[in-house]
Every structure is written in structure tokens, then in C-alpha cells.
């Protein structure tokens, strides 16, 4: 027995140094042998392994006697009963895990020891990252061994660069908890696929099927704590390690076109748009040739394209290109709004401008131009894009398109000149990509001398003839195909608009047809208003004048139950009532002298041409009424046509001429002409339609009588008063009045001159001035200048304005009779005045005056001036004191004095003057 136990120690002792000799040949198949013995009743069991993809495979020497064996995993028994071969295979493995097997021997029913522990660790084949470092050198993950494993901390990763990009096929991936992810991306930089690793391991690989694998990266989603990544495997194949040179893109409209160099041995091609996976492939079937073009782009985006040659082994690595496709550049490409910004008129969605809430930006077409489309990108739908024409009318409101399309809006709209777009959210703001319009600017020719007259119910036109322009259109309240007013183009350059509304104010385009389309339209406004009534332009008892301007635009608000009242001038025969109001609680009531209630009527909305038929007598007044009792209402126009009960003009008054006589009277309300009668019988051959009349032909010396009637469309009224004239020859003076027969302008006492005159008395005199019978020099009349207490310098006159001509010669002339003077003398004296009304300046000061008197005065006939009679002098009669002289050569006007001056302190004096004159040499 001793002896048995040495030898089993040997034989241990032995079996050590075996283990110690193995070697690891390959980490994939072959694992650590561990050999020991185990005792059955003829002999040990030695035991050894091989570890593989999904399985371990187990071999011992046989047991002399030995009727079978069982084999242990983890310590658990595997076969079920035992199994005579000295080998087994066991496929009920996971990659990753390392087991511990075991065998014993059957010997005589009974089993021996079990065996040496085998230790196997099965492994998948090696794909492309086994023992790949990642990016910062760690290794556990691509081991194999899901034993060993890499923590991650929160929000961290774990990134593998492929030495090539690979078309991927398969993926197995290992974690302990559902936290982590493995993402691939390809060339391109794209996420082509996240996964969520296995918990526990399988041996199956997800099935993929990608191109052009580039990177895996390893994701800890958790944010907050750390968490483990056990291990991770690809399967799939290099690409081939060609690749095209030359690639080129030409982006156009919806499309962009490629060229590249042939490759030697290359003959069809792949080309991918934004990613290199299958789904990203644009050809149908492989590109045979280095040409292609892509027509299944959208304007405004940037693409990327990578373009793979197929090779016999796949294909080869992509080359890259972007491109940005983009419409053609329309009327907005590169024009930049009112605030500078050109982000949304550059072609680019990917180029952004964010309007503020409720923020607008503004677009002003360097020329109005016909708008046929519009493209407009936005990623919100509260954005909206409006167009306006030259006339300032909204012509059109579109909400951007999200996502971006390369079709056009079809539009039709003439001569827009605005483009707004609008964020109507009120709130936030929101971004604009891109916008674009399609068109043909207005040709810069524009019509001149534009010019309405606005009639009744109608507005004509006319206007400056354009070369090489033989047609145009009009246009009214705006500018659009549904605002023309001709209905073919108009030839010439007159036009009458008929379809228009009293009392409506309307802005006219006329635009020249030219080779290139419309040019830049001309506007006017123009207000048409229904012939002037009873009514227009009367002012109502409060004094309102909009309700009879014949315009719809001003208005009257009258409040709750409130009224405006009009009293007619006179009487009238009412025949028609046009009114105008924006609300049906508006009525208008007309009575007659009496106050009787004639009628009452409802005022129209929308505003009309026609008058509504009447026929009242003797209507003295017109009310307006609110009838609505907790509101104030608007009344926009009012107007009654019909004629006033005619009276005889009065105040006819008359001047008799060199064989003329010119009449003047008095308005009489409601004529609408008049009838001169001279000695009884009418005189005019076509109605007077003014309040003056004059006859020519007459007889000087023969003394006519006149009167006049009025005249409207109800007859003829009475004779006015009668006046009589009689025509004398002309009489060459400039002075009206100059003999003072004609009355006098004040018969204030002290103060009264004659008619035309205009008296002057300095401070501190008595003046005692009178039309006179006695002394006179002709006529009936002369003009007393008498006065006392004349301050010395200072003077009382009388004097009337000439008018007069510059550098032009006048004789002037009076009759004087001087009665007494005491320290004074009389003057006849002129002064000069230009068009504002100074005094022309000379050089004379006189009188004591401190200051230049712009007065050209003389006392020696030498100069324009006046006559100095000597102090103290008398006459016994009228004599005449004459000058002449030529005009200052700015004169306008001069005046023309009879003077009393004073040649010391209290002085006085009496004289008379009497035909005086002013010729025209």
C-alpha cells in the first residue's frame, strides 16, 4: 500500500509538470491543457479540450475496463448516461464564457475520480474589431471574453475606427444592463444603425446588411452612473481599397449632374445621396460610364453624394461631394430686405433668418414686375409671405411650404413691387428657410402727363403720348388683371371710365403695353361727383359741411337719436335724393315751410348713382336722424336736386363807361341764369350765368334804364330795381372820384372826404375836412382841407393810391383855392411804392426825420416830389399846381396827396381842391 502511494504521488507530481509545458497555441481553438488522473479500479483518466465558435470539444485516453464515462460541466453532470467513446462535444455553450470539465471513468458499475479540470473559453470567429483597440486604447471590448469588460462612465463612450470601411453583415454585442448602445456609422459620418447589446450573451449575430461601416462607438445613455460593457464583434467584409478621383457636381434646377475619372479595372459604379447604405443608393442598376445625373433632388437643399466603384470583392471605398441644387434665381435671388437680410433670398434652406414675434421682413423689387410663381420654405406654419402691387394692395397671402418642394406656386399677379413676410405668431419667433419668385420685371417705360377730370358718374383721362407705345391699359383701385378697366387695349391717349360711383374716390394706373409686357403704370386719383344740388356745400344749423361735399369718405357721426339739420336758402321744388350711409338706422325726413313732414327715406349702402325720384313743393328743410338709441351711426353723403322757388334779384347796381354801361347785382338763390332788360326789353341773347353784365355800343350822353330777372328751370322771376346811366366819353384821369362828385367815403364830422379818398390827421389836430358846395371850381362839389394845432413837421391830407409803372412819365394836377395859413403851406405830393408795398428809398430826409423817409421829395420842381406853395400865402380863386415827372423805375404803385403841412407847432390853415388828376403822359 505504501509503495502505491508513492507511485501516485509521481505520477501527480508528473502530471504538474506536463501542465506546465503546455502552450496556447491559437486564443480561438486552443485552450490551457490541464491533465491529472483519475483513479478507477484499472487505471487514471487523463483529460484535455479545444475551445471553438459556440463550442468545446473534450478527449482522454481510455480506462482499461472502462464500460463508459461521464462528463461534468461547472461540476454538473452533462451526458445523462454514460457515453463509451473517450470524446465529446459540447454545443450548449455561450461564446464569451469560460466553462470547467470534467470526466470519470465507469469501471465495474462504479465511478472513479473525476478527473484534471479543463478550463475552455468559447469564442464567435474573429470579425473585424477582435483585439481592436478603441480610440483610447482599450481592448476588453473585442476580447472575446465577456469576463473581462470595460466601464463607462454616465453619458460616455467608446469609439472603434475601422482601418478600412467595411460592408457590415452581422453584430453581437454583450452588456450587463439595458443602458448601453452601439451605434455605426459609415464614411459619410451617418448613425446607420443603434443596437442595444444582449443581457445575458447569445451566440447568434443580428443580421445586417450595411455599407461602408466606418466607425462603432459604445454609448452609456445613463446620465447618471456608470455602467458596463462586456464585449462587442462585427462581422462583414473590407471594402476594397479603390476609389474614384475627379468627382465633380454641378447642382442645377432640381437636379445635379456628376462626372469623375475612369478607374482602371472599374466599369460600373454606385452612387449614393446622403449616405452610403442601400437605401441611400441613387441608381437603379449600376452607372456604366464616369457621367450621371441626379433629377430626384429639392431646391435649396445640400446633398451629399459618395461615389463607390464595385470592384470583384464589393465595392471600394466612396469618394464625396456636396452639392446644392437651386431654382433659377427668379426676381429675389441675393436681394436683401429693407433691414439688410439676404438669408432667405440666397437659394439655401439650410441658411435661416428667425423673425421675432408678430416681426416682419420686407422685400422691395428693384422694378414692379408680373409675378407668375412663388416658392417659399419655412419649418413652422405661422409663417406667411404676402405680395403687394405698386398701388399698395395686398394681392396675395401663401403659407411657406414645410418640407421645401421645387414646384412653384402658379401665380398671375401684375406690377407687384412688395413682398412681406410675416411670423403672425404673437408670441415667439419663428424661422424663415428660403423664398423665391418667378417672373418678368415691368418694362421702365411709364407714362407722363397723366391727368383726370372726374365728371358725373364718369372720370376722364389723358395723357402724354410714349414713343414706340401705341396701346395701353387702366387700371382701377389696383393694379391686377381684376382691377382693368379697359376691356380691350386703349388705342391713343384719351379714355372715359363710365362704370364709376359718385361721390367714391378712386387711384387710376395706366400702364404701357410694350414688346416685353406692361411697363410701369402712371397713377392719378380722381373723385366723381353727381352735379351740384340743392344741398352741396351747405352747412347744416351746427355748421357740418361733410354730409354736402359729395364725398363718400368724410362722413358725420350723429349720435344715439341725434340729428343734423339743413335749412334751404329758399323755398324749393325737390325732384331727387341721393344719400349715402354705412348703417340701415340712418333716415332722411324733408318738410315743407309749414313743418309738415313731406317724406322720409332710407339712406343707401353701398353708395349709388341714381337719385331717388321726388316731387315736393315749398321744402324748406332737410333732417337727418339717427334712429338707433344706444349708438352713434355715420353718414357719409346727402343731396337733393330740384330748383328754389325764384325771387327778383335785387341790388343792381350800375357805372356808365365810353359808350358802355356795366351792370352788377346780387346772387339770387336757386338761379341758374338772368335776363338784362334795357328800356324794358331783353338785351341778352344767351342766358347770364354771372352777376355782372356789360352792354356795349351805347350812345355817350343817352341815359339807358335797366333792370334784371333771375332764371331757373321753373321760369322767370320779377324785375329787380331800376337803375338809369348814361355813357360818357373816357375820361384819361387814373383818379376815380377826382372831382368829388361821387359821394363821399365817411360823413363822420371833421372826417369827410369824398368817396375814393382816404383822410389823414397826425396826432393832437383838429381836422376839419368836408364835401363842400362852395367855393368850387367845377361841378356841384369840392373837397374842404381845413385844420388847426398841426404839430410843426406834421400835416392833415387826404390822398388816393395809382397804380402805376415803373420808369414811366405822369403829369399830375389839382385845383387849389387857399383861404388862410397860419405857419403852414399846401402841398401837392406823390410818394413812390414797389410790388411789396415799401416806399422806393431816395436819399432825402426831411422834416427833422431821423431816419431815411423813402420818400423822393423836391420843393424846386427839379425832381418827382411835390409843389410848395409859400407860407402864409392866399388866393383870391382856384389856381393849379402841376407836376411831372417819371416813375422810379421798380414802382408799382404811387399815391397822390393834397397836403396842409405845418411849418411850426399850432399852426392851421383853410384851402379847397377840385378836379384834381393823374395822367398817363
Not at 332710407?602 to 315749398?618: E, G, H
Amino acid at each position: 500500500m505504501a509503495k502505491q502511494k508513492h507511485i501516485r504521488t509521481k505520477i501527480k507530481r508528473s502530471g504538474i509538470a506536463i501542465l506546465s509545458a503546455l502552450l496556447l497555441v491559437s486564443a480561438n481553438i486552443i485552450v490551457p491543457l490541464t491533465a491529472s488522473t483519475a483513479y478507477a479500479a484499472t487505471g487514471p483518466v487523463t483529460l484535455s479540450g479545444t475551445a471553438g465558435n459556440a463550442q468545446a470539444t473534450l478527449t482522454w485516453e481510455s480506462v482499461p475496463n472502462a464500460s463508459g464515462y461521464d462528463v461534468y460541466r461547472n461540476g454538473t453532470k452533462l451526458t445523462s448516461t454514460p457515453i463509451p467513446d473517450t470524446s465529446y462535444v459540447d454545443k450548449t455553450v455561450i461564446n464569451g464564457t469560460t466553462y470547467s470539465y470534467t470526466v470519470s471513468a465507469i469501471v465495474g458499475g462504479t465511478s472513479s475520480a473525476q478527473s484534471n479540470p479543463v478550463s475552455l473559453l468559447p469564442k464567435s470567429t474573429p470579425g473585424l474589431l477582435r483585439r481592436m483597440a478603441t480610440t483610447t486604447g482599450v481592448t476588453n471590448l473585442t476580447d472575446g471574453d465577456n469576463a473581462t469588460y470595460t466601464s463607462l462612465p454616465a453619458s460616455t463612450t467608446q469609439t472603434f475606427l475601422l482601418p478600412t470601411p467595411a460592408k457590415v453583415t452581422g453584430l453581437n454585442a454583450t452588456s450587463d444592463n439595458p443602458y448601453m448602445q452601439v451605434k455605426l456609422y459609415d464614411t459619410a459620418g451617418t448613425v446607420v444603425g443603434t443596437y442595444t447589446p444582449s443581457n445575458p450573451p447569445v451566440n447568434a449575430f443580428t443580421a445586417l446588411n450595411l455599407q461602408h461601416v466606418a466607425k462603432v462607438v459604445v454609448f452609456n445613455t445613463n446620465q447618471y452612473y456608470p455602467k458596463n460593457m462586456l464585449d462587442l464583434e462585427i462581422t462583414g467584409l473590407p471594402d476594397s481599397e479603390v476609389s474614384p478621383t475627379g468627382l465633380t457636381a454641378n447642382p442645377g434646377n432640381a437636379q445635379v449632374s456628376f462626372q469623375w475619372d475612369s478607374l482602371a479595372g472599374v466599369t460600373e459604379y454606385n452612387l449614393y445621396r446622403n449616405g452610403m447604405q442601400t437605401s441611400n443608393k441613387v441608381n437603379t442598376a449600376p452607372i456604366a460610364g464616369t457621367t450621371f445625373t441626379d433629377t430626384n433632388v429639392i431646391n435649396g437643399n445640400t446633398y451629399s453624394y459618395y461615389l463607390a466603384p464595385i470592384t470583384a470583392t464589393g465595392e471600394g471605398v466612396p469618394s464625396y461631394v456636396t452639392a446644392l441644387p437651386k431654382s433659377p434665381a427668379g426676381l429675389l435671388r441675393g436681394l436683401a430686405s429693407t433691414t439688410g437680410v439676404t438669408n432667405l433670398t440666397d437659394g439655401d434652406n439650410a441658411t435661416y433668418t428667425p423673425l421675432p414675434a408678430s416681426g416682419t421682413e420686407t422685400f422691395l423689387l428693384p422694378t414692379p414686375a408680373k409675378v407668375t410663381g412663388l416658392n417659399a420654405t419655412s419649418d413652422n406654419p405661422y409663417m406667411q409671405v404676402k405680395l403687394y402691387d405698386t398701388a399698395g394692395t395686398l394681392v396675395g397671402t401663401y403659407t411657406p411650404s414645410n418640407p421645401p418642394i421645387n414646384a412653384f406656386t402658379s401665380l398671375s399677379l401684375q406690377h407687384v413691387a412688395k413682398v412681406v413676410v410675416v411670423n403672425t405668431n404673437q408670441y415667439y419667433p419663428k424661422n424663415m428657410q428660403d423664398l423665391n419668385l418667378l417672373g418678368t420685371p415691368d418694362s421702365e417705360v411709364s407714362p407722363t402727363g397723366l391727368a383726370a377730370n372726374p365728371g358725373n358718374a364718369q372720370v376722364s383721362f389723358q395723357w402724354d403720348s410714349l414713343s414706340g407705345v401705341t396701346e395701353y391699359n387702366l387700371y382701377r383701385n389696383g393694379v391686377q388683371s381684376s382691377n382693368k378697366v379697359n376691356s380691350t387695349p386703349i388705342t391713343g391717349t384719351t379714355f372715359t371710365d363710365t362704370n364709376v360711383i359718385n361721390g367714391n374716390t378712386y387711384t387710376f394706373y395706366l400702364a404701357p403695353i410694350t414688346a416685353t409686357g406692361e411697363g410701369v403704370p402712371s397713377y392719378v386719383t380722381a373723385l366723381p361727383k353727381s352735379p351740384a344740388g340743392l344741398l352741396r356745400g351747405h352747412a347744416s344749423t351746427t355748421g357740418e359741411t361733410n354730409l354736402t361735399d359729395g364725398d363718400n369718405a368724410t362722413y358725420t357721426s350723429l349720435p344715439a337719436s341725434g340729428t343734423q339739420t339743413f335749412v334751404l336758402p329758399a323755398p324749393a321744388k325737390v325732384t331727387g335724393l341721393n344719400s349715402t350711409s354705412d348703417n340701415p338706422y340712418l333716415q332722411v325726413k324733408l318738410y315743407d315751410t309749414t313743418g309738415t313732414l313731406l317724406g322720409t327715406y332710407n339712406t343707401s349702402n353701398p353708395p349709388v348713382n341714381a337719385f331717388t325720384p321726388l316731387n315736393f313743393q315749398n321744402v324748406a328743410k332737410v333732417v337727418v336722424v339717427n334712429t338707433n338709441q344706444f349708438y352713434s351711426k355715420n353718414m357719409n353723403d346727402l343731396e337733393i336736386t330740384g330748383t328754389y322757388q325764384l325771387t327778383a334779384p335785387v341790388g343792381l347796381t350800375g357805372q356808365a363807361g365810353d359808350e358802355q354801361a356795366t351792370l352788377t347785382w346780387t346772387e339770387s338763390q336757386g338761379a341758374v341764369s338772368y335776363n338784362v332788360y334795357r328800356d324794358g326789353v331783353k338785351i341778352n341773347t344767351a342766358p347770364v350765368t354771372s352777376t355782372t353784365f356789360t352792354e356795349a355800343g351805347l350812345t355817350n350822353g343817352t341815359t339807358y334804364t335797366y333792370f334784371i330777372t333771375a332764371v331757373n328751370e321753373g321760369g322767370e322771376s320779377g324785375a329787380s330795381n331800376t337803375i338809369s346811366l348814361t355813357p360818357q366819353a373816357a375820361d384819361p384821369n387814373l383818379l376815380i372820384n377826382p372831382s368829388f362828385e361821387n359821394g363821399t367815403a365817411s360823413d363822420t364830422p371833421g372826417l369827410q372826404v369824398g368817396k375814393n379818398w382816404t383822410p389823414y390827421v397826425p396826432t393832437g389836430a383838429s381836422p376839419n375836412l368836408a364835401v363842400v358846395t362852395s367855393p368850387v371850381y367845377s361841378g356841384t362839389y369840392a373837397q374842404k382841407i381845413s385844420g388847426s394845432g398841426i404839430p410843426n413837421g406834421s400835416a392833415i391830407d387826404i390822398y388816393q393810391a395809382v397804380a402805376a409803372q415803373g420808369n414811366t412819365a405822369y403829369t399830375v394836377s389839382g385845383m387849389y383855392n387857399i383861404e388862410s395859413l397860419n405857419n403852414a403851406f399846401v402841398q401837392l405830393y406823390v410818394d413812390f411804392y414797389d410790388a411789396d408795398g415799401h416806399f422806393i428809398k431816395s436819399n432825402s430826409v426831411k422834416y427833422g426825420v431821423t431816419v431815411p423817409s423813402y420818400m423822393m421829395v423836391t420843393d424846386n420842381n427839379a425832381e418827382p416830389g411835390y409843389m410848395l406853395m409859400v407860407n402864409n400865402l392866399t388866393t383870391s380863386g382856384y389856381v393849379q399846381l402841376t407836376n411831372s415827372f417819371t416813375t422810379p423805375e421798380n414802382t408799382a404803385t404811387f399815391r397822390l396827396y393834397a397836403v396842409l403841412r405845418a411849418s411850426a407847432d399850432n399852426a392851421s390853415g383853410t384851402f379847397y381842391v377840385d378836379d384834381m388828376s393823374v395822367i398817363h403822359n
